[in-house]
């Protein structure tokens, strides 16, 4: 008997919160069994969002855990429908009904009222241990004071964190391709404007990285936005503590 | 399992010779990560440590004007080469040779020779006056994996970020924004965004600024459009 591995593996922006912690403590709530309510069978995860802008409410999130083989966006490439519906309205229907129809997926989790900026926002989830060695998380938010802008994390790795461990990622802000980034009142949600509209019009037509918002502070006259809208990266702080 | 833990912890305590005996065999993929700049053909050469080619806070050289002003690599290959550096690579975009927003490319099988154990990799922003985009003789990892860079914008310090398309333009020397037919969200007739630069060394970009007047106002570049949030580039060196 061997030790198992001693090499600590570290992601960019992980951060090793704690290594001491009492096995099985009274964590979060693990609700999903599906054959044995045996605490060995499940893995658990507590994930908080803290939204880091100073303007920019996000949208409710979408959460899909799944293996390898599920992509919800890549720099580069087209968004789809249903990722554009989430960008430019915060729509999570589409992107959910999508996720679960994918063989990858293992579960898809609605954080509905988004997360506010100074209002952190906490949620856990429960997989099958047979499935950790394989464990990815995605999420996907908008920020509601722009015309296609959204954030989250793209197939997060979960397999090297041991029960008592966090990693702490923060995000940048992409943008979907899908809308000119007009900025106007009557196409900014978070304004009161539409959210989803068909038409795909951005002077960019794949999913890059937001260049931020102009305002009409900044001499945009036409748009809805103040300065009090804008943001720099990064926008989302995303902890994930394995519980269990 | 041994052998891992040893060079690691080697790592860790900076024995840099250990390192630096070995060929690496990479790939290198850049990806322009902005919405709205196009990214020059993309330097990239493995060289030995002394040999960086700008230092932030230090005004640019002239081999570094060429490629910041004009998106000309040129000058430092040959300074590369000189200093000992492998043959320099020149990663080509698919526009053009230039890099669209959301573009990427690659090159594959690079080597290293032993005692080339540092990369750089220089691109320039485009339209901008003397924008460029950088990793500055950073350390080529040798364990084999897949390491994943962000570079942040630098401005050159050399040329006043006026933000006005001039015939010419991506000349040294020459003021102002070289019109380009690949790049067709620019305007015309600006006044001129910017004076000189304050810091005439090579420093952090602030950003273009741009309007929405895409025949007066002070920039020909669109606000809407190109302003960008750092990083504006992601380099992914793949050691085989």
């Known amino acids: 008997m061997k030790a198992k591995s001693l090499k600590l593996r570290w992601l960019p922006g992980t951060v090793l919160v704690a290594l001491l912690s009492a096995c099985g403590g009274g964590g979060g709530s693990s609700s999903s069994s599906a054959s044995g309510s045996s605490s060995d069978a499940t893995v658990s995860y507590q994930v908080s969002l803290a939204n880091l802008t100073n303007q920019q409410p996000m949208s409710p999130v979408v959460a899909i855990i799944h293996k390898a083989g599920y992509t919800a966006f890549d720099v580069g490439e087209a968004a789809s429908v249903a990722l554009e519906r989430l960008a430019e309205g915060g729509e999570t229907s589409t992107l959910v009904q999508a996720a679960e129809a994918d063989p990858n997926v293992l579960q898809v989790k609605t954080i509905s009222g988004g997360v506010a900026p100074g209002t952190p926002k906490t949620f856990s989830f429960t997989a099958a241990r047979s499935d950790r060695a394989e464990l990815q998380v995605t999420l996907v938010t908008m920020l509601t004071n722009t015309n296609d802008g959204f954030t989250g994390i793209e197939s997060q790795n979960l397999n090297n964190l041991a029960v008592g461990q966090s990693t702490e990622v923060t995000t940048l802000a992409f943008d979907a391709g899908t809308e000119a980034n007009s900025e106007t009142s009557a196409t900014v949600p978070g304004l009161g404007g539409t959210g989803f509209s068909a038409v795909r019009d951005d002077a960019t037509v794949v999913v890059t990285q937001h260049g931020g918002v102009v305002s009409a502070d900044d001499n945009l006259g036409s748009s809805g936005l103040s300065e009090a809208h804008r943001f720099d990266n990064p926008v989302l702080q995303i902890t994930v503590t394995r519980t269990e | 399992m041994k052998s891992t833990i040893s060079k690691a912890a080697l ?153 006005l398309m001039v015939v010419g333009g991506n000349t040294v020397g020459v003021q102002g924004i070289e019109p380009d037919p690949d790049i067709t969200t620019t305007g015309t007739g600006g006044t001129g965004a910017s004076g000189s630069d304050n810091n005439a060394t090579i420093h952090t970009h602030r950003g273009v600024l741009g309007d929405s007047n895409s025949t007066g106002g002070s920039s020909d570049l669109d606000n809407t459009i190109h302003r960008w949030l750092n990083p504006v580039a992601r380099v992914i060196i793949t050691v085989n």
């Open chain 2, 11 to 163: 790592a860790v305590l900076g024995c840099s010779w250990v390192v630096s005996a070995q060929a690496v065999d990479f790939d290198v993929k850049v990806t322009n990560l902005t919405h709205g700049m196009y990214l020059s053909p993309v330097l990239v050469a493995t060289h030995p440590a002394a040999s960086s080619v700008y230092s932030l806070g230090s005004a640019a050289s002239n081999n570094m004007k060429a490629m910041a002003e004009g998106g000309d690599s040129s000058g430092l290959q040959t300074e590369l080469i000189g200093a000992g550096s492998d043959t320099p690579q020149i990663l080509n975009g698919t526009v053009n040779n230039k890099i669209p927003p959301g573009g990427d490319a690659e090159q594959l099988g690079l080597s290293s020779s032993p005692g080339n154990d540092r990369i750089t990799v220089v691109t320039k922003l485009m339209p901008t006056n003397d924008g460029f985009a950088a990793l500055n003789a950073i350390i080529l990892p040798t364990e084999p994996g897949r390491y994943v860079y962000k570079m942040d914008a630098f401005d050159a310090g050399s040329e006043a970020n006026d933000e």
